[in-house]
T-cell receptor, first 113, second 113 residues
């Protein structure tokens, strides 16, 4: 069975500071990895995903995540956050032979001025 | 449609009543998923359809929960004899299995009083 751990339930950070949201997963097989973002009163939106190839994946709004197979991690980073990045972030995993995503419990990013 | 559409957005029901939640996936997406999200938690998998076939219902918590997708497009999640513990956000997603892009609807917030 697969599982996802997001150790930090809340991460407060000042605007323009760097941030890292941690995600670790457990699975006995190959996986695909995802980060979703949920803004207040909105649905889940795909931020970025790792399927294969380069282990570093980027989003259009400056976030990046690196797949580290040996450490079973897929941490999300941004070098300089904006107030508008305030949201809840969910890491998710799926075995390559399966379909349904397994989500972590989420990390609330609070960007302060 | 342009995105995954769920209705109603909000549903308040009395304990013991049956409720039906609707999901209209992105046109052409063969896979459809139902998730339940409790407050402060990540989405939990309920069930998954490939076209009209229910491929996995391992996440349905008990036999009061059922789902169907009779024509391989719109899906309905039905909860019979609702209980207060059923109160949650119910999310639907559809996916393009080639690109592994999972798109989520806005969700239906169910409150059982």
């Amino acid at each position: 069975a697969q599982s996802v751990t997001q150790l930090d339930s809340q991460v407060p950070v000042f605007e323009e500071a760097p941030v890292e949201l941690r995600c670790n997963y457990s699975s006995s097989v190959s996986v695909y990895l995802f980060w979703y973002v949920q803004y207040p009163n909105q649905g889940l939106q795909l931020l970025l995903k790792y399927l294969s190839g380069s282990t570093l994946v980027e989003s259009i709004n400056g976030f990046e995540a690196e797949f580290n197979k040996s450490q079973t991690s897929f941490h999300l980073r941004k070098p300089s956050v904006h107030i508008s990045d305030t949201a809840e972030y969910f890491c998710a995993v799926v075995d390559t032979g399966r379909r349904a995503l397994t989500f972590g419990s989420g990390t609330r990013l609070q960007v302060q001025p | 449609g342009a995105g995954v559409s769920q209705s109603p957005r909000y549903k308040v029901t009395k304990r013991g009543q049956d409720v039906a939640l609707r999901c209209d996936p992105i046109s052409g997406h063969v896979s459809l998923y139902w998730y339940r999200q409790a407050l402060g938690q990540g989405p939990e998998f309920l069930t998954y359809f490939n076209y009209e076939a229910q491929q996995d219902k391992s996440g349905l918590p008990n036999d009061r929960f059922s789902a169907e997708r009779p024509e391989g497009s719109i899906s309905t999640l039905t909860i019979q004899r609702t209980e207060q513990r059923d109160s949650a956000m119910y999310r639907c997603a559809s996916s393009d299995d080639v690109e592994r892009s999972y798109f989520f609807g806005q969700g239906t917030r169910l409150t059982v009083v």
